[in-house]
């Protein structure tokens, strides 16, 4: 039943709700308080995104607790396991830089997704510039949070080709224009960071496009047994 | 015999008038050592609280039953980190740095609250705690709005706010819960049962052995002994649990017309002392668990003072 909701609302709000349950796991473990406070604020951000963007596409908590893996239509890099902080950041980096970009262009459009990225939009810079200073210190620190900064892009690298796979629903946006600009900006990130763009495919034969189609890599099961398994334990109640 | 300047002798009756006429002692006025020592204690043990008090509810992050309760909980976890933020800056206006504070907390030789070295078994435990132990919070807390340093004052009045909005939200959820189906009324039953003891035990010892109770009191940190706040605490309690619809889990309670208070009984201070020596159900998980991110951490820290260093950004 769940499959005939075809709205864009509904992969961009699984993006976000995935990426703020992943965020909500450093909870008490950030390397320093003020990143206990960043991070939180950025969940939350993203948690607020989700919740408007699943209304619109039904009920937010059927949406978010009912589904089965399958089901989902999150971009596989938001599901990936935090990894340590380096792996966050580079996610973040490429998860930001990509949604900003595509809120700008929502907020400026006719869609029922404009005035939620007109609002998200400004929420969605501050995530970039968190991300990029970030992975300056990290980049330009330590040797070792150099190694580490360069291994985190490295390793998420082959998921950001699925990015800029045409949403369904948003197909007439500049994809293309989204995937340069985007290239463009990463690229000024690392360079000033003394790190270097990964090299390789940015598009997997199993990674480009598999997450909106409900294709998931193997973590994402054991995140929805946690966040779904006290809803589903309790099935018809209020909380 | 040690003898004391004239000038001490000054310094110390401007300190006691600027007290005994309810003015604020500030970071760079003269003050006694011990009133020092005494402060940066409490504050950091205060700091530490809120740091460690982000791990019992931060276990339910990632299983929060609605989206809704989801946001609300990672606000208020956030928040927690926020005035460990406020506290620490407000122990190092007496001298010490947050370093030093968290490498005493590492090490064990400072304290934090021992109520969260209790675990957080089921969902209505965020209730509970949010009810019970912020509704313990803002109980020591309110008065210390008015203590005589300056800097804390300040931090508590920003604390207070926003420690009673959290009660506020942990009481409406025991309420969803206690008015839901009979598994959540259950569940919030036994949550207030495990929750209710521990909460009386926040005021600290009985009058008759608090040890820093008296100098606190004269020095006006501290306003009201720890059994008054604990009484006043039950007397609050009582009528909101019956409006829960939920029962406190204490067969002396009654009402006491002579006092115009709530009698209850015994606490068990043997348990409390217990918990305070590091032998409660959570003590050794919750330090490892802080220790752990702040060494795992350690790469990062270092990582942005390289990079401050290189590119002249002051770093804290």
Redesign the interface.
Same mark, same amino acid.
């Given at each position: 039943m769940r499959d005939t909701v075809t709205t864009p609302a509904l992969p961009l709000g699984d993006d976000a709700?995935i990426l703020s349950?992943r965020l909500?796991?450093w909870?008490?473990?950030?390397?320093?308080?003020?990143?206990?406070?960043a991070l939180?604020?950025i969940?939350?951000d993203l948690?607020?995104q989700?919740?408007v963007l699943?209304s619109l596409a039904g009920d937010?908590?059927e949406l978010?607790?009912l589904r089965e893996e399958r089901e989902f239509r999150n971009l596989q890099l938001v599901e990936q396991p935090n990894g340590?902080?380096a792996h966050t950041i580079a996610r973040q980096l490429y998860f930001s830089t990509y949604q900003e970009l595509l809120f700008e262009q929502l907020a400026d459009g006719d869609t029922e997704l404009a005035p939620l990225a007109g609002k998200a939009v400004k929420e969605v810079a501050y995530h970039r510039d968190h991300a990029t200073q970030w992975t300056?210190?990290?980049g330009?620190?330590?040797d070792?949070?150099r190694t580490?900064m360069q291994h985190a892009l490295d390793a998420l690298w082959r998921f950001t080709g699925e990015m800029f796979e045409p949403v369904p629903g948003l197909e007439s946006l500049p994809w293309a224009t989204f995937h340069d600009v985007w290239t463009t900006r990463i690229t000024a990130t690392v360079e000033q960071a003394t790190l270097r763009l990964p090299e390789g495919p940015q598009r997997g034969a199993w990674t480009a496009g598999a997450g909106r189609q409900g294709l998931h890599t193997e973590p994402f099961g054991r995140l929805l047994a946690?966040?779904q398994?006290?809803?589903r334990s309790?099935p018809?109640?209020?909380? | 015999m040690t003898t004391i300047a004239p000038e001490e002798t000054a310094r110390e009756a401007v300190f006691d008038a600027t007290v005994a006429a309810e003015e604020r002692i500030e970071p760079r006025d003269w003050m006694p050592d011990a009133y020092r020592s005494t402060l940066v204690r409490q504050i950091a043990q205060h700091a530490h609280s809120e740091?460690i008090g982000?791990?019992p509810e931060?276990n339910w992050?990632?299983?929060?039953?609605?989206?809704?309760?989801?946001?609300i909980l990672?606000?208020k976890?956030?928040d927690e980190?926020?005035h460990?933020?406020y506290l620490?800056s407000a122990a190092e206006t007496l001298g010490t740095g947050?370093d030093e504070l968290l490498d005493k907390l590492h090490s064990g030789r400072q304290k934090y609250s021992s109520i969260f070295n209790y675990p957080t078994l089921t969902?209505a435990d965020v209730g509970a705690i949010g009810w019970l132990v912020d509704g313990a919070a803002i109980t020591n807390q309110v008065p210390l709005c008015r203590c005589s340093y300056g800097p804390y004052a300040r931090a508590m009045v920003r604390i207070c706010k926003e420690e009673s909005f959290h009660q506020r939200q942990g009481y409406e959820l025991l309420l969803?819960?206690s008015r839901?189906?009979e598994?959540?009324h259950a569940m919030a039953q036994d949550a207030v049962d495990r929750w209710w003891w521990p909460s009386l035990m926040m005021f600290g010892p009985p009058d008759d052995e608090s040890s820093h109770s008296a100098q606190s009191m004269a020095w006006k940190i501290k306003r009201h002994s720890n059994d008054e706040l604990r009484q006043r605490f039950v007397d609050i309690c009582v009528p909101q649990a019956e409006t829960l619809g939920l029962t406190l889990p204490d067969p002396d309670l009654t009402w006491n017309e002579e006092r115009g208070h709530w009698d209850f009984g015994p606490i068990d201070w043997a348990e409390f002392r217990e918990v305070l020596k590091g032998n409660g159900p959570c003590n050794e998980q919750r330090i490892s668990?802080r220790r752990? !991110? /702040?060494e795992?951490?350690?790469?990062?820290?270092?990582?942005?003072a !390289? /990079?401050?260093a290189?590119?002249g950004k002051a770093t804290r």
């Open positions: 709700l349950h909500g796991e909870a008490g473990q950030a390397p320093v308080l003020e990143e206990e406070v939180a604020n969940a939350l948690l607020g989700a919740r699943l937010e908590d978010a607790y340590d902080f300056l210190r990290l330009d620190g330590t070792e949070s580490r946690e966040m398994h006290l809803h309790h018809g109640a209020t909380w | 740091i982000m791990q931060a992050i990632t299983r929060a039953p609605s989206l809704r309760r989801k946001a990672m606000a976890v956030q980190a926020g460990g933020l620490y947050r969902w969803t819960l839901g189906t598994a959540q668990r752990q !991110a /702040h795992e951490g350690a790469w990062v820290r270092e990582a942005a !390289a /990079h401050a290189k590119h």
